[in-house]
Structure formats: structure tokens, C-alpha cells
């Protein structure tokens, strides 16, 4: 070839290829919105509102062990681990620096407040349907107020952030007081309350109803001890005739029976998108133990203690019991997994949860796709929580006796009502036992009885094995522990933020 | 072709001629007709001997240094002709050839290569020579590669590390980034030795900027390309160049501000032709292991004393422990000491093999190589490496060269399903009351003791057993190029190159059932119930295109000039797949066909692109006083329009004293050479789309028994984002004196990081946002280099002994008055990045008056718990009485060569070295009974007791449940991580030419033993000193020892 050629070779081939080659600097992101092409139709809209819900889901609120940890801070259960940090804080040597619950759910919350407010700022200008719009603002104000909620019981007053997350703007948000916090809680729930129906079609079953806001009101008011509050919104609730007991104690909280009548609110978990860990958690590893003490608690079947009923036999102890007992926990010689619970399978204390498990009697081998839905609010809560207030307010009238029989007779449950002429004081106490044995491992002991001031008597004891083994002995200082610290890496981010007292 | 004559020895006379004619004419190189006259006393070993009819005539000779001591080995060829042969022990050499005018050659080592030129040889005649070798202290004409283009090493104006392939020969090194240990001012940390996941990090001048992963690590360019070191085969590397400042390494612009490694692979020579094999056999071993608590009763009376001392209660039964103690060792009463069972000896080879060679115009090289490691993780781990090295090089013209290359390397690589971290995690888990083995009927035994903490008995050796991990990364390079010279002295180069990348993986796991241990009846899973494959597969491509030219010209009056500009477009793209299905009817058949529930995929892609302009001048004036310019123009796909372009200049200027004319009469001085210079280079490694406020997809939700969509904003995100630019100054001497003996480098260097791209941590109100990316930080490297090396001669006895260390401290300027603290760690202005952060401790609580007189974390805390001292003195110990206790980087590394010849043998030593780091090992088995681990034997004698006041180890507590008391990040648990350690020592032996080496063609035999990893000296007792320092726990893939044997021949 003759140089020439060379050249005009070297030519052809390479101008072209740098000539107009800025072009390739433009790159578009292929896996994910930008916000530019976000908050466009409602679709975007609905899918915001989506996401919000899918922070219910994630492992520091309602998936893994975190639910259920819960339950290992009051006398109801035991776990082994420290799991994020439980311990600590169940036996009361938790500082200012310890990390684990109060991080998660703090975290967790925020997480979802940051979805729920970037929804409520930004659906405003979408052009669509004003009516889907609303109702999807309306879940997105229960939820956020959902979140506070949790966050205002737990440590008194938190940062209140209501626009989208903004660094610049909400990194350095000091705490507002307790009542600030509710106050906002209550405003978006009544919102809530104006715009959401009180059911959806089976297609949209799951999301936030009318109902959901108004028993989220009533624990509200209920913290706080604001009985005739409690009444009025229990009252609207129920006007709503949507809510009504599911006949089947164990079954409410099957797969089988999702979205069933008794379910006001629920985290919906679905194979193989949105899995949890319910089943591996208590079948196979037995995590969250129940403890005897929960155990003793539970009547016979003749609605009478174990120390005063004839039919309780020392050497049967789980024969004649609350039929809530069985539905609710294994225990050993239990009929289980096709065989009979055995010291592996329970080996922490000789009892596991049943509840929020698909495993029944006859299921073999392993569940390894759970998606149990957590009940978060269902209508037996409601009704205890109706019978506490209404007693407080004016004693045990025939209204508070039926809250607490319907429950109580439930058919699968089946145990007489109360006795007869109880006194205010003997009524509050039924009804507390009836909160715990009704409710245990669905994590609302622990708020029961922070509300009842009970806890420092129940926090200063051990938890014992079925053998009557101390494994644990819990401690409660109620100068400082009513509320959790402020987790100090937050306080590392934000100085403004001010830890809680005695931590 | 010398092989030939081998097979010579073996044929009959009838046979020779026709053999002899096929294989020359298929040999590479051309060869007359052959007219072998068997049958004469001609001895066939000598080259060319059965080709020729004339009679031969000798050509030898001694070579001897310039103190005239005989040189053993030296190599001795004929330039043109396939003869060669080596120096005996005396120095002398004999060739035989037909007559004619011959060329020969010595060469030895670090001696200047001579040629002996017009050497007549007669007809049955001996022609005498003497060659006295020079010492090539005065490598005036040594080269370097240097970014686009080679130097003379003397008139390098910045900070260049070169490595040659020969200092890397026979070494087990399995990464080519463990090549690069030992050079002056770089930081290689090899943590761990498994198999095909063994590549060293490595670290140029300190930590620049803040960050993980390729946003630390230099830019590697393999024959002009980016090109990732793990698929090079360390053998193929001719040599490694390494621009530490910003005047060597600014025309990479935007890459460059972790510094640049450029890899040259092996070419072949004019005018020659050779075949090379080489190999080793070895074993290797774990160099440190943690020593378990192996005795289940003993284990079992500290676990109890562990829950005793922190308030519980005991639990196990006596009744248990001394069922273990009276039972001798089984399946039942295991005593398992799990670091025996799952480690052990791992055999190691490797084969390469090189044709290399070529014409006056045509050069080539062709190599493979195959390397096969089998793990000290025995049983679940290994690797291969396959690799192909193809260069060809061509002058087709006086104007026109051109220029190939292929290299194409294989690793298949086996894990555990698992992964390595979980079962590294697990088998630092293992506890001895935990069986290892199978029952007799072959069943895994599932453990009948319960461990607290463990859930269940997760035994490692059925994640070996029953499932798999195999990845397979293929790595393709193709290179090609264009030199056209346009004029003399202005040559236009192009060059377009593919870096194509694939790798596969499969997971497969079948349900294994654990079976107890005394009833035979299957009791649980071992993991999942369900046979589960996944089959994930990624490729990425870059596709490069380069132009440039070169202008070289001496300007006459001693000015001399030369210069380089082109522009570079580089393209970029990847994506990934990954698919995963159960249900299968049967677990023979593990393909996704065969599965059938649950099947699930995922996947995405991605693009980017460089356009650089980039350009060099440099200048001399009587190769005494030496300028450059070198500077880059990048345009970047990772930024936002209008931040996309970065510039970054460099200048550096030279001054070699020892060619000015009054420095002539100082006659021991060689070399003297002092430079300086100043530049910025830039950092774009961030992820991609660090600019877009984006909503993330995936965050679904059902509803109704269906699953929604859903999206939400998951990051913050600042559209202002650039580069980081890192400005770097550097002032340097090079010296060499006493005829080379003597030589060496000094560098100081400082190099500033602005806006140092940084994720911010947001605290969790903000929506519990991952931060944003932000030009953030400044951080501040400065130090030194000094490196030695002394070449000694006693006798015959020759030693070199050579050494370096490099001091960087590392300071945080500016972080806009925000500190990071990431668990015990913390970044804080004016300390350098991730300091620990931790409590300070005085020792331990001997008695209760002392706990109750003091401050205490919780109020558990009794004698014999760590004692946390209340720095701030407020009366409660709290994140507020932390303090800054150590560096996680370490501030000097060092290392050091001594090796020595006497005749045919040499022994080479090389050692490694860091100081003043520290490391907490916090996860299982490095602290006792943590999450339901055992605990290492020193708990046993040298733990509180009141009996053991002076114990080194507070009183036994668990982990998990004590965390508080005694676990906290302190001081107490900082380990002081410094060490020093032989990396490699080698003997190796080159036998000298023999009239039998000659008659089967055998230029060069060597034989070596090899010993890596051998011996080191450190505090550090628990696990190897040489480890990721990122990583608080010794749940990691060990590091290992390696002794090998091995031979390198060379016809």
C-alpha cells in the first residue's frame, strides 16, 4: 500500500469517530424514575402511596424478629439473644447509647413519615382524579400518622416534619413537645376519617379505611387516658357496621381468612415479592418464647384462675385452659407439625407462639415462603379498648360487660362471661387480663402497661422456664424508662435533638 | 528448532533426513535444506551441527566482571542463529559453528549486555574471546513506560516505581496485584488466601479520599487499556510502571488521583526464537487460625461460668457435662475442634509455558498459563486460571508498524452456595459439642445439644457437601494499533482496544436432612427445604479509541524537545441477569428448565462515557535540565451537564547535577538527579446518576392478594455534584554512586483532596434518606519515601540488599465541621480518616468497693469487668467519654530485599512491613460466646478470676449478652496490628550449560524451592496481621502460606 493510502485510510477511519462524540457524555438513568419525570398522573401518584405502605414491611418495623421483640419487653416472653438490644432494655441496664429497638423503629418510622409527607406535598399539583387523589392523601395522612404515633408514645415528642425530606431543611429539626406531635397526629386523623371509605373493593383490600383512622384516634386518646374521647370515636367506628369478630381465634390470623371482618388494620405480606419470617421465628427457632408467667395467666375453661378452678391439675397444667391458650401458644406434648412439641423444638422455655404461624397439626416438613400478615388493629382491641375507657368513665354497665363477653364468647373461645356485679376496680382488672390473654404476642402488652402504670411492678420480676426456672429478672426504673433513648448516633447527626432524662 | 535434536538422538539414519525436512519446514523459522551427513563423528548436541557439511569450527571464551571475576551463567548467544548456551562455573563458554561472520552476545543479570561483533569463524578452527561485563549502574539507556508513550529513566522528571517480570519469576503470587508488593511508596494488603479471591488492595501514597472500592483503587492500564489485575497472569508482565505523582499520572486525568499501574506484557525479541516452561508444585497452609475451646465439657463449664458471672444462671446440667466427660470422642460426644476439620494442607500448581521471539521485522509472543488452587477451606473452595497472552508486532514498512494483542484469561472459581463471609461467619460459629463427620449410614448427624444463640446447627461441612457456588469470570482484551511515521521525528499512533467481561455464577442448594444422632429419625433441614438454582450472568464492555501524535526532535545546541497530544473516547456498558427457580421433581437435574414454582428474574443495565483530550510536552537542554507539561481534559458521563468537563494540568521540572561539567571530577558519584512537580488529577469514581433526585422503583406492596407497585425517593441527591480534584506536589533526588553500587531515591510529596465526594449521613428524620453525594471534604496526604539498594560483590559471592519505607499521615482538613462516626469509628477534621473512637480503659475492676466507687456503664458491672474510665468526669460512662485511639490505616509500610548469588545459585528474600494500626476483632470466636460461638482456649488460663487478679482477659462473660459491660469499643480490645513478615524467600538453582543440555537443545534449567507468607513477627496472635483492617471480626477467609518447587526451562 502506498503512504497515501495510509493517510486517507488513517482519515476515514478516524475523524468520524471523534467528530460529535459529546453526545455519549448524555446518559438517562434505565432502572428508576427521576423525580423530574415523577409526580407526573396517578399513577405515579398511587405508586408513591404504594411505598409508603411497603415501609411497613421492612425489618425494622414489621418483618424479622422486630414485631415480636416487642412482646420480649413485657412478662409475656423471653428471646436469648440481645436482639437489638431487647435485652437491654427488658432488664433495664439499657444507657444513652444503647442501639437496637429504639433505632429501628425510630429509623423505620421516619422512613415511612418521609414517604407519607412527600405524597401529601406532592400529589397537590398532579393533575387527576380528585376523588382517587383525596382518598389516596387520606392513606397517606393515616400513615404518617401511624408513624407519629408510635414515635410520640415511645419517646415523647420527636422531630415533627410534615414537607418532603428535605436534607438541608429538616436535618438540624429539633424535637417538638409530646402534645405537638399529637396534636398533628389527631388533625391528619380526622382528615383521614373525612376521606377515606369504610371498605374498598377486594381489589384495593388492605389499604387504610375510615375505620383504621378512627381506632388509631381511639388508641390516641386512650394513651393518654382521654376516656369519653375513646367512647365518641369507638362509637363512629362501630356506626361504620363494618367490624365484627371472627369466629375462628387462631384462624383470624391465617392467610386463609385475610382481610377477614375482625381485621381494622393489617401489614400485608405476600410469597415471593413481600416474605416474611413469622413461621422460621417461632417453628423452628422458637425466638420469642412465652414465659410461664403468661401462662399462668390464662383462666380454665370455667373462667376461673388456676389457684381457684377445680379443674386445674397440677401435673396437666395445659388440660381445661382458656381454649385461647392452645390456639395461642405450643407447649410441650402439644400436637404439632404432625408430631408432638418436644424440649428441641421449645427450647428456650418450653412454649412457642402459635399465633402468626401457618404451621397447624398436621403440617410437615418446613414453611420456607411465609407471608402471614402482622394484624396491627383488629376489632377485639377495639372492644376491650371501648370496655377500659367506658368503665373508667362510669363503671362496669351492661355496656362494658358486653364489650367484654362478645370477646370472651367468641365461638372458638367459648368461656362464660364475666362474673356478675364486679365493682369499677375488679372490672378494670378483668379487663386488663382479658387485654393481655386476648392480645398476647401481637406486641400490645407492651403499651398496656406502660398506659396502666402497671409496669414497674411487672418489669421488676424474673421470667421463668415451664419448669419454673428464673432465666431472666426483669428491671424497670420509672424515673427514666417509661420512654426509650433518643438513639445517640441520631443525636451524632442532629445536636439539636435532646436526649431524654437520665439517659 | 533445538527440540529437534532430542529426537534425533532417537531416529535412525534412514529416518533423520525426512524427519529433520518436516520439522524445519514447519518450523517458525526458515531453515536451509538440510544435507545431514550421518555417521560423522559430529556431536549431535551442537547447534546446527546435523545441518550443516562443513566442518565446524569453535567459538569460545570467558566472561568475567569488571574486578575480572569469572561470571557462572552468563548467557552466551549468537544474534541471528538458534545458538546459545551459558557460562560455567569458571566463566567460560564453547560454541560450535559452521564457518562464517558471527555476532555473540553476553548478557547477565544486572550486567550492560555486550556484543562481540564480525566474529569469523573458521573451519575446524577456535576462536578465542573475552567479554569483561559492565555493571549497568549507568542504565543511561534504560526506558520506562510512562503514560502514552516510554522515557529514559534518567530524564523522568515525576515519582515512577518500576517492577520487572523478572523480579516476579517463580514466585507463587496467584494475583498480579501481590506483584506489585514491595514497591516504593505503595501499600499492598493482601487479606486472606482464598482461591481466585486472593487479589491484594492496593493503596498509592495513602487514602485520598473517603470511600471503598474502585474510588481507592489506581487505574490500571494493561498494554495502553484499562484492564482489571486479576486477569492478568503475573507471568506474562514484562514489566509494571507506577506514577504515584500527579506529573507522571495527571494525563489520565480524571482516573488517575489514586495513582496509575501500567502492565507492559512479554514480547518477543528480534532475531531469536524461544520456547519457556515453566512450573511449580506446592502446598499451602493457614498461616493463623484462632485455638478453640476443643473439649465439649470444658466448653460447656464456661459457658456456664460465662451465664454465672453476668447474673443468669447455668445452662447446662452437670448431668450433661459429665456425660461428655465420661464418654470417650464420637458422633455423639463430639469433640470437635472445627478449625482442624475445616482447614487443612491445599496443593497449588501452575504451568506456563511462552513461544516467544520473531524476525528483524516481525516480533511475536504466545504464552499460556494454568493455575490450579485448591483452597485450605477444604472441600467448598478452589480456583483455575486459564490464561492466553497473543502479541504480534510488525514493521511493514520504513513508516509503518503495526501492533496486536488478545489476552484472554479464565478464572473458574469454586465457593460455598452460601458464600465465603456466611460460612467463614458459621464456621467461626462452630461449637465442639457439635458433631462433625456422618453416621454410619451416611446421614449427617444433627446436634442433640442445643447451643444458645445458635437457632440451629448450620454444619459447614454440609454446605460443602450439598451445595455449590460456581463462578466463572472470562476476560477478553484485544488491542490493536497503527504507527505511522509522518515524518521523522512525528509519528501518528491509533489504537482501538475491546475490554469485554463476563462472568457467571450458579447457586444451587438441595434440602439436606440432619438426622439425630441417637434415634437415626430425620429431625430438620439443614437450610432451606426446597432445592433452590439461581443463575446470575453480567457482562460489561469498554470499547476505547485513541489518537495521537508524537514529536520528537533534537533542536541542535543541546535543546532538545518532544511532545504527545491525542484524544480518547471511551464507551462503557454492563448489564446483569438473574434468574431463580424452585420446585424441582428431582435434584439430579439442576438447570432453570427443570424447576417449576416460584420462578423469579432480575436485571438491569447501564452506559457511560470518558472523551479526553490529553497532551505532553517535555523539554531538555543538554539532558541536564529537564521540563514537562502533561495535562488531561476529561468530559465524564457521570456528571450533570455543565460539571461534566474537568481539567488537569501538570508541571515538573529536572535538574541531573552530575552532568554538569563541574561536577566531572567527582568521579564516585554516577547519577544525581533532584526533581519537583506540581499537578491535579481527578476522581469520577461515584455511582452513576449520583446527580438525579431519583425514585426508586421495587417498593411494592399488596393489596387485595395482589402485588402493587410502588416507588419512593430513597436518596438525597445534589445536583451540583463534580470532581474530586487531588493536587499533589512532589520534590524528589535520585542517585546513584560507586559504579551503581550504591543507589537510591528520595520523595516528599503532599497531595490534597478537594471536595472529596462524600455520602453524607443524614440522620434518619430526613426520611430516613440514604445522604447525598457532596463535594465535601478535604483531606491532606503528606510524607515521604526513601528507598535504598546496595550492590556487594565478595568474591564470587554477589548480595544485593535493598529496602524502602514510605511515611504518609493521613489528615482530614476540612469536613465543613461535621464528624462521621461510623460505629467505633470516626472522621474529624484535623485527624486522619477513621480514626478509632472509642472508650478508654484502666484495666479491670479487681473488687466491689472499686465498682461502686467508680462510674460504671450499666449497673451489672462487678469485679473483673472491664473498667471504662468517665474521661469527661461527669459521673456516667457514655458515648461522651470516647476518645480518638488509633489509626485504621497504617502510617509506615515497609519492605526490604536481601538476596545473594554464589555461582549457579541465588537466594532472594523479600520482606513486608506495616506499623502503627490497630484492628478490633469483634465477632465470633474472636470474643467468647458470641451469638452462640465458642471461645479461643486463652479465656481458659487467662481470664479475671478473683484467684487470677493479674488476668489480660476480664472475667468470662458472653459476647452478646455482657455486650455492654465488657464489649464495648474500647481500648481494651484494640490490637496493635503492626507487623513484619518474610513474604517470600527463594532459592533457586541454574544449572550450568552442559554438552547434554546443548544436545537436546536446552538453553537454561533452573530449579527453585519457594516459600511465601513464611514467617512473621507481630502482635497480633489471633489472626494474620495481614487482613482487611475494615473488617472487625475474623470471620474471613484465611491467609495462607505457600511452599512450592518448581522448574523453568528454556530452549
Redesign the interface.
Known amino acids: 500500500m502506498k503512504t497515501r493510502n495510509y493517510k486517507l485510510l488513517l482519515l476515514a477511519a478516524v475523524l468520524p469517530y471523534f467528530w460529535s462524540c459529546e453526545h455519549l457524555l448524555e446518559t438517562q438513568p434505565t432502572d428508576f424514575y427521576t423525580e423530574d419525570s415523577f409526580w407526573k398522573t396517578a399513577t405515579h401518584v398511587e405508586e408513591a402511596v404504594t411505598g409508603i405502605y411497603q415501609a411497613l414491611v421492612h425489618n425494622d418495623l414489621y418483618n424479622d424478629q422486630t414485631p415480636f421483640m416487642f412482646e420480649v419487653m413485657t412478662p409475656n416472653a423471653y428471646h436469648k439473644d440481645n436482639f437489638q438490644s431487647a435485652h437491654d432494655f427488658a432488664i433495664g441496664t439499657h444507657t444513652g447509647t444503647t442501639l437496637g429497638m429504639n433505632h429501628v423503629t425510630w429509623r423505620g418510622s421516619y422512613r415511612g413519615i418521609g414517604r407519607a409527607n412527600m405524597v401529601i406535598e406532592r400529589a397537590a399539583a398532579v393533575d387527576m382524579d380528585e376523588a382517587l387523589k383525596s382518598r389516596l392523601v387520606g392513606e397517606a395522612k393515616f400513615l404518617r400518622a401511624f408513624f407519629y404515633q408510635k414515635l410520640n408514645v415511645l419517646f415523647s415528642g420527636v422531630p415533627l416534619i410534615l414537607s418532603s425530606p428535605d436534607a438541608t431543611e429538616h436535618s438540624a429539626t429539633p424535637r417538638s413537645s409530646y402534645d405537638a406531635v399529637k396534636a398533628q397526629i389527631l388533625a391528619d386523623l380526622d382528615d383521614a376519617i373525612a376521606s377515606l371509605p369504610a371498605s374498598y373493593n377486594a381489589a384495593d383490600d388492605g389499604r387504610a379505611t375510615k375505620g383504621a383512622a378512627l381506632a388509631l384516634k381511639a388508641q390516641v386518646h386512650l394513651q393518654d387516658h382521654e376516656y369519653p374521647a375513646v367512647v365518641e370515636t369507638i362509637d363512629q367506628l362501630n356506626a361504620l357496621g363494618v367490624y365484627a369478630l371472627f369466629p375462628d381465634y387462631n384462624g383470624l390470623f391465617r392467610k386463609a381468612n385475610e382481610g377477614n371482618a375482625e381485621i381494622i388494620f393489617d401489614v400485608r405480606f405476600q410469597s415471593p415479592q413481600v416474605r416474611n419470617s413469622y413461621d422460621i421465628i417461632h417453628a423452628q427457632y422458637n425466638t420469642q418464647a412465652p414465659v410461664q408467667g403468661l401462662v399462668d395467666a390464662y383462666q380454665m375453661i370455667d373462667g376461673k384462675p388456676t389457684d381457684e378452678s377445680p379443674l386445674y391439675n397440677p401435673s396437666r397444667p395445659y388440660e381445661n385452659r382458656d381454649p385461647r391458650f392452645a390456639q395461642t401458644i405450643v407447649y410441650l406434648g402439644a400436637p404439632w407439625r404432625n408430631r408432638v412439641a418436644n424440649e428441641a423444638d421449645l427450647h428456650q422455655t418450653g412454649y412457642t407462639f402459635r399465633k402468626f404461624t401457618e404451621y397447624n397439626e398436621t403440617t410437615l416438613g418446613t414453611i420456607s415462603n411465609s407471608d402471614v400478615n402482622y394484624v396491627v388493629i383488629r376489632y377485639a382491641d377495639v372492644l376491650l379498648m371501648y370496655a377500659e375507657a367506658l368503665n373508667e368513665i362510669e363503671g362496669p354497665t351492661s355496656a362494658v360487660y358486653d364489650a367484654v363477653n362478645l370477646i370472651r364468647q367468641r365461638p372458638s373461645v367459648g368461656l362464660p362471661t364475666l362474673p356478675p356485679n364486679l365493682d369499677k376496680d375488679a372490672m378494670r382488672a378483668a379487663i386488663r387480663l382479658e387485654r393481655r390473654i386476648e392480645l398476647a404476642g401481637e406486641g400490645s402488652y407492651f403499651y398496656d402497661i406502660r398506659r396502666w402504670k402497671t409496669i414497674d411492678t411487672e418489669m421488676n420480676a424474673p421470667v421463668r422456664t415451664h419448669a419454673g426456672a428464673v432465666i431472666q429478672t426483669r428491671s424497670f426504673n420509672p424515673a427514666r424508662d417509661y420512654i426509650w433513648p433518643i438513639p445517640y448516633t441520631e443525636i451524632d447527626l442532629n445536636p439539636a435533638l435532646e436526649q431524654n432524662p437520665l439517659y | 528448532m533445538n527440540l529437534t535434536g532430542l529426537l534425533l538422538q532417537q531416529m535412525t539414519r534412514e529416518t533423520l533426513i525426512a524427519w529433520a525436512g518436516v520439522l524445519c519446514g514447519t518450523s517458525l523459522l526458515a531453515a536451509q535444506p538440510i544435507h545431514a551427513h550421518a555417521g560423522r563423528e559430529t556431536p549431535l548436541g551442537t547447534k546446527s551441527a546435523w545441518v550443516m557439511n562443513q566442518q565446524q569450527g569453535t567459538i569460545g571464551g570467558t566472561v568475567v566482571d569488571s574486578d575480572g571475576a569469572p561470571l557462572a551463567g552468563a548467557s552466551v548467544r549468537i544474534v541471528g542463529v538458534q545458538v546459545s548456551t551459558a557460562t560455567d562455573d569458571k566463566g567460560a563458554f564453547s560454541l560450535r559453528l559452521a564457518p562464517g561472520e558471527y555476532t555473540v552476545e553476553v548478557s547477565y543479570m544486572s550486567y550492560q549486555v555486550q556484543r562481540a561483533e564480525h566474529v569469523r569463524v573458521e573451519e575446524a578452527t577456535a576462536t578465542a574471546l573475552k567479554f569483561v561485563l559492565e555493571t549497568a549502574y549507568d542504565q543511561l539507556d534504560e526506558v520506562v513506560v510512562v503514560g502514552y508513550g516510554t522515557q529514559k529513566k534518567v530524564n523522568m522528571t515525576g515519582s515512577v516505581a518500576v517492577v520487572s517480570g523478572k523480579d516476579l519469576n517463580n514466585r507463587p503470587i496467584t494475583s498480579a496485584s501481590q506483584a506489585l508488593q514491595g514497591v516504593q511508596g505503595i501499600y499492598v494488603n493482601q487479606p486472606g488466601g482464598q482461591p481466585g479471591a486472593d487479589d491484594a488492595s492496593i493503596r498509592i501514597r495513602g487514602i485520598g479520599t473517603v470511600g471503598s472500592g474502585s474510588k481507592l483503587s489506581p487505574l490500571v492500564l494493561v498494554d495502553g487499556v484499562e484492564f482489571p489485575l486479576s486477569a492478568v497472569n503475573p507471568s506474562d508482565i514484562e514489566s509494571i510502571s507506577v506514577l504515584k505523582d500527579a506529573a507522571s499520572s495527571a494525563i489520565y486525568g480524571s482516573r488517575a488521583a489514586n495513582g496509575v499501574i501500567l502492565i507492559t506484557t512479554k514480547m518477543g525479541a528480534s532475531d531469536q526464537s524461544s520456547i519457556e516452561y515453566s512450573n511449580y508444585f506446592g502446598a499451602q497452609q493457614a498461616t493463623y487460625l484462632p485455638d478453640p475451646v476443643d473439649n465439649s465439657a470444658e466448653f460447656m463449664e464456661w459457658y456456664n461460668k460465662a451465664m454465672v458471672n453476668q447474673?443468669?444462671?447455668p445452662y447446662y446440667s452437670e448431668d450433661l457435662i459429665n456425660e461428655f466427660r465420661n464418654n470417650p470422642t464420637s458422633l455423639e460426644y463430639p469433640n470437635t475442634n472445627w478449625m482442624d476439620i475445616m482447614f487443612g494442607t491445599a496443593p497449588i500448581q501452575e504451568h506456563n509455558l511462552r513461544f516467544s521471539g520473531g524476525t528483524a521485522k516481525t516480533r511475536y509472543n504466545l504464552s499460556a498459563g494454568y493455575l490450579d488452587q485448591e483452597g485450605v477451606l477444604k472441600g467448598m473452595t478452589g480456583a483455575q486460571r486459564y490464561s492466553m497472552n497473543v502479541r504480534v508486532n510488525s514493521q511493514l514498512?520504513d513508516?509503518?508498524n503495526i501492533e496486536g494483542g488478545v489476552l484472554l484469561n479464565r478464572w473458574d472459581k469454586d465457593e460455598p452456595k452460601a458464600g465465603i463471609a456466611t460460612v467463614m461467619n458459621r464456621i467461626m460459629r462452630m461449637v465442639p459439642v457439635q458433631p462433625a463427620g456422618r453416621m454410619e449410614d451416611g446421614h449427617w448427624p444433627d446436634s442433640?445439644v442445643?447451643t444458645?444463640?445458635q437457632?440451629?446447627f448450620e454444619n459447614p461441612l454440609v454446605w460443602a457437601a450439598e451445595n455449590y457456588r460456581k463462578e466463572i469470570t472470562d476476560r477478553l482484551l484485544i488491542n490493536l494499533a497503527?504507527n505511522?511515521t509522518i515524518i521523522d521525528g512525528l509519528e501518528?499512533n491509533?489504537r482501538v482496544s475491546a475490554n469485554e467481561g463476563r462472568y457467571d455464577m450458579r447457586d444451587w442448594n438441595t434440602p439436606t436432612m440432619m438426622y439425630h444422632v441417637r434415634t437415626g429419625a430425620p429431625?430438620?433441614?439443614s437450610s432451606?427445604?426446597?432445592a433452590t438454582l439461581t443463575d446470575y450472568g453480567s457482562k460489561d464492555q469498554r470499547l476505547n479509541?485513541t489518537?495521537m501524535l508524537t514529536f520528537e526532535r533534537a533542536l541542535g545546541n543541546g535543546h532538545n524537545i518532544s511532545a504527545v497530544g491525542g484524544?480518547s473516547?471511551e464507551?462503557f456498558s454492563g448489564s446483569w441477569r438473574q434468574a431463580s427457580v424452585q420446585g424441582f421433581p428431582t435434584t439430579e437435574l439442576p438447570e432453570l428448565s427443570i424447576g417449576t414454582a416460584?420462578q423469579?428474574t432480575t436485571g438491569?443495565?447501564?452506559?457511560?462515557?470518558l472523551?479526553s483530550y490529553f497532551g505532553r510536552i517535555q523539554y531538555n537542554y543538554l539532558n541536564r535540565y529537564l521540563l514537562e507539561i502533561n495535562s488531561r481534559y476529561d468530559?465524564?458521563?457521570r456528571f450533570a451537564?455543565g460539571n461534566?468537563w474537568g481539567f488537569f494540568p501538570s508541571f515538573s521540572a529536572g535538574w541531573r547535577l552530575s552532568e554538569e561539567d563541574f561536577m566531572q571530577s567527582v568521579t564516585w558519584l554516577d547519577e544525581l538527579k533532584v526533581r519537583g512537580s506540581w499537578g491535579q488529577i481527578g476522581n469520577q469514581e461515584i455511582g452513576?446518576?449520583q446527580y438525579?433526585?431519583?425514585?426508586?422503583?421495587g417498593?411494592?406492596?399488596?393489596?387485595?392478594?395482589?402485588?402493587?407497585?410502588?416507588?419512593?425517593?430513597t436518596q438525597?441527591k445534589d445536583p451540583s455534584l463534580s470532581w474530586e480534584t487531588t493536587t499533589m506536589t512532589n520534590a524528589g533526588v535520585d542517585w546513584s554512586m560507586f559504579n551503581g553500587k550504591f543507589s537510591g531515591e528520595v520523595d516528599f510529596f503532599k497531595k490534597r483532596t478537594d471536595g472529596i465526594l462524600r455520602t453524607?449521613?443524614?440522620?434518619?428524620?430526613?426520611?430516613?434518606?440514604a445522604?447525598?453525594v457532596r463535594n465535601l471534604a478535604v483531606v491532606d496526604n503528606k510524607g515521604f519515601e526513601i528507598g535504598l539498594t546496595y550492590n556487594g560483590q565478595a568474591g564470587v559471592f554477589k548480595y544485593q540488599v535493598g529496602g524502602h519505607i514510605t511515611h504518609v499521615k493521613n489528615e482530614v482538613v476540612d469536613l465543613k465541621g461535621e464528624?462521621v462516626?461510623a460505629g467505633a469509628r470516626i472522621t474529624r477534621e484535623g485527624l486522619p480518616i477513621e480514626s478509632w473512637y472509642v472508650y478508654k480503659t484502666d484495666g479491670l475492676f479487681q473488687t466491689q468497693e472499686e465498682v461502686d466507687s467508680y462510674p460504671t456503664?450499666?449497673?451489672?458491672v462487678g469485679p473483673g469487668d472491664v473498667k471504662y474510665v468517665d474521661l469527661n468526669e461527669d459521673g456516667v460512662i457514655?458515648?461522651n467519654d470516647r476518645y480518638i485511639a488509633g489509626n485504621t490505616f497504617p502510617d509506615y509500610t515497609f519492605g526490604f530485599n536481601i538476596g545473594g548469588s554464589y555461582k549457579g545459585f541465588a537466594l532472594t528474600t523479600f520482606w513486608q512491613g506495616v506499623s502503627n494500626v490497630s484492628v478490633w476483632m469483634n465477632g465470633n470466636m474472636a470474643m467468647p460466646f458470641n451469638?452462640?460461638a465458642g471461645l479461643t482456649k486463652n479465656w481458659t488460663t487467662d481470664s479475671w478470676t478473683p484467684e487470677n487478679p493479674n488476668a489480660s482477659l476480664p472475667r468470662i462473660t458472653t459476647r452478646?449478652?455482657y455486650?455492654?459491660e465488657n464489649y464495648?469499643p474500647s481500648d481494651f480490645w484494640l490490637a496493635d496490628a503492626s507487623y513484619l513478615r518474610l513474604k517470600n524467600i527463594q532459592l533457586a538453582y541454574t544449572f550450568a550449560q552442559t554438552p547434554f543440555f546443548d544436545r537436546i537443545g536446552l538453553n537454561q534449567l533452573t530449579v527453585f524451592v519457594n516459600g511465601q507468607n513464611v514467617w512473621t513477627i507481630s502482635d497480633m496472635k489471633l489472626f494474620d496481621p495481614e487482613q482487611d483492617l475494615s473488617a472487625d471480626h475474623i470471620g474471613k477467609y484465611p491467609s495462607v502460606k505457600t511452599y512450592t518447587a518448581g522448574i523453568t526451562l528454556n530452549f
Open positions: 447474673g443468669g444462671n514498512s513508516r509503518v442433640w442445643l444458645p444463640g437457632n440451629s497503527l505511522y501518528f491509533f429431625t430438620r433441614y432451606s427445604a426446597v479509541s489518537a484524544f473516547v464507551k416460584n423469579a438491569t443495565s447501564y452506559r457511560d462515557a472523551l468530559g465524564s458521563s451537564d461534566r452513576r446518576f438525579v433526585n431519583s425514585v426508586a422503583l417498593l411494592g406492596y399488596p393489596f387485595g392478594g395482589s402485588f402493587a407497585p410502588g416507588s419512593a425517593i438525597s453524607v449521613a443524614l440522620p434518619s428524620q430526613v426520611g430516613a434518606l445522604g447525598p464528624e462516626i456503664i450499666t449497673n451489672r457514655d458515648g451469638n452462640g452478646h449478652q455486650t455492654a464495648s
